[in-house]
T-cell receptor
């Protein structure tokens, strides 16, 4: 069974540009989560999808971030326009059940904004 | 609020040395506690967990005990190997809200042969 995959593994962009990160959860997992780790600090929750619906987006930092999960399969996280402080590692995770302590994480996308 | 504080790294040890990575937490509600590990180029993997006070989680020679009185969940291993080199994250999840975890900042462990 394939794990959670993320693309790209690394992205370098200029300030003001747009970047789209993609996450493919484990097949059959209705729950998908985005987290990020900025500047080597703690990993912070961004949002949670149940199928295509946003269940909790309390961690989204501002309206430059847009997450989508059309069709309830893969998800994208768009940053537009990117700022320097957006640099970090963006993790995606998925789970089969909603209230579970078992989330499966992807390898992350390292975003560098210059 | 909810937060996790763990010792800063990097931690550099020789093979077969004893490892302790400190982790303390603050939480509202009834937290479960976790240690995740990230090996180079891989995703976060659950290493061990404890769901209530005085529980001991263990896996691959690593152990951590949920201490409610000291709000701690320190990670220990008696004899580290080079293959244990990774970044270790302490995390908490709340009993009725496992839809988000609260992570510490991570501790990088380097084990030298």
């Amino acid at each position: 069974e394939a794990g959670v995959t993320q693309f790209p593994s690394h992205s370098v962009i200029e300030k003001g540009q747009t970047v789209t990160l993609r996450c493919d959860p484990i097949s059959g997992h209705d729950n998908l989560y985005w987290y990020r780790r900025v500047m080597g600090k703690e990993i912070k929750f961004l949002l949670h999808f149940v199928k295509e619906s946003k269940q909790d987006e309390s961690g989204m930092p501002n309206n430059r971030f847009l997450a989508e999960r059309t069709g309830g399969t893969y998800s994208t996280l768009k940053v537009q326009p990117a700022e320097l402080e957006d640099s970090g590692v963006y993790f995606c995770a998925s789970s089969q059940e909603e209230y579970t302590d078992t989330q499966y994480f992807g390898p992350g996308t390292r975003l560098t904004v210059l | 609020g909810n937060s996790v504080t763990q010792m800063e790294g990097p931690v550099t040890l020789s093979e077969e040395a004893f490892l302790t990575i400190n982790c303390t937490y603050t939480a509202t509600g009834y937290p479960s506690l976790f240690w995740y590990v990230q090996y180079p180029g891989e995703g976060l993997q659950l290493l061990l967990k404890a769901t209530k006070a005085d529980d001991k989680g263990s896996n691959k020679g690593f152990e951590a005990t949920y201490r409610k009185e000291t709000t701690s969940f320190h990670l220990e291993k008696g004899s580290v190997q080079v293959s244990d080199s990774a970044v270790y994250f302490c995390a908490l999840g709340l009993l009725y809200n496992f839809n988000k975890f609260y992570f510490g900042s991570g501790t990088k462990l380097n084990v030298k042969p």
